[in-house]
């Protein structure tokens, strides 16, 4: 110690004993914070990504069945005749 305190020199070398352990430990931690952030917004992502793709399936689907809808609701008496070859222009 540079200098005496009234302090046990034991306490004292405990204390710096454990502040260089934190500071020592705090770049794992820094990193150990940062990777499960990281596969939380990957997993967060990913999430996303399924549940958009289930919506556009779903309105795959509805506009499939409104298409048919269509097609089965129009009267056979409305499709388009062929002009007759016979008659005079």
């Known amino acids: ?18 502040n260089v352990k934190v500071l020592g430990e705090s770049p794992a931690v820094a990193m150990g914070n940062l990777y499960q952030t990281m596969a939380h917004s990957t ?9 958009s793709q289930n ?3 779903v309105l795959a ?3 499939t069945v409104q298409g048919v809808m269509q097609i089965y609701s129009l009267d056979a008496t409305a499709a388009p005749v062929a002009p007759a070859a016979d008659k005079p222009a």
């Not at 110690?1 to 454990?18: H, K, L």
């Open 43 to 51: 997993g967060l992502a990913f999430e996303n990504a399924v549940s």
């Open 1 to 18: 110690m540079a200098f005496p305190t009234s302090v046990n020199d034991q306490v004292t070398d405990a204390i710096t004993q454990s």
């Open 55 to 57: 919506q556009q399936a």
């Open 61 to 63: 689907q509805s506009a």
